[in-house]
């Protein structure tokens, strides 16, 4: 099964509303994952289940979807939120990660 | 809740290296444990997964048959054996503990990772 992220990458401002997506290339139910990762930094969960929200994460982050398609928003960008995105299929080896959606700064 | 990389370094292609993860501040013996690498400016790679005892392991295509997980609870320690190591394997490798309690659910604690370089 494959993942493919889309943008590979985004410019966007603070306070903007970006939606980053994540298509499998077969069914995976909600068996997903999204992951934040500064440079430098080790990967940091931010939504499993497709849309549950990670403990302590802010709640301008939200996942939707199901199935083979899916979509992490970043509602009301802020400056920390500037950094590479993940996705990853879950329940069944291989668990792949998407190839990744840098966010950079306008 | 911390995991900690060690055993990394710079290495010969074909030779042999062991990587260390310690673990401590969670109940190391109920959770599945992952291994994950990204080599220099690329993105995520998963690597291999053992669950809480050991009885279910699996690998990337790319290690399978040179890679060996496995897991001490007395020393609530995971390792990852490489053999036969080759230059593509050279990346910053990542202990990771999964979250829930089945096998094959995300990872929520990361360890800061270990470089590992192979080259002659």
């Known amino acids: 099964i494959q993942l493919t992220q889309s943008p590979s990458s985004l410019s966007a401002s603070v306070g903007d509303r970006v939606t980053i997506t994540c298509r499998a290339s077969q069914d995976i139910s909600s068996y997903l994952a999204w992951y934040q990762q500064k440079p430098g930094k080790a990967p940091k969960l931010l939504i499993y289940?497709?849309?549950t929200l990670q403990s302590g994460v802010p709640s301008r982050f939200s996942g939707s979807g199901s199935g083979s398609d899916f979509t992490l928003t970043i509602s009301g960008l802020q400056p920390e939120d500037f950094a590479t995105y993940y996705c990853q299929r879950l329940n069944t080896s291989p668990f792949t990660f998407g190839q990744g959606t840098k966010l950079e700064i306008k | 809740v911390q995991l900690v990389e060690s055993g990394g370094g710079l290495v010969q292609p074909g030779r042999s290296l062991r990587l260390s993860c310690a673990a401590s501040g969670f109940n190391f013996e109920d959770f599945a444990m992952h291994w994950v690498r990204q080599a220099p400016g690329k993105g995520l790679e998963w690597v291999s997964s053992?669950?809480?005892?050991?009885?279910?392991?699996d690998y990337a295509d790319s290690v399978k048959g040179r890679f060996t997980i496995s897991r001490d609870t007395a020393k609530n320690s995971l390792y990852l054996q490489m053999n036969s190591l080759r230059v593509e394997d050279t990346a910053s490798y990542y202990c990771a503990k999964e979250r829930g309690y089945t096998y094959g659910s995300d990872m929520d604690v990361w360890g800061k990772g270990i470089s590992v370089t192979v080259s002659s």
């Open positions: 289940a497709a849309s």
């Open positions: 053992i669950n809480w005892n050991s009885r279910s392991t």
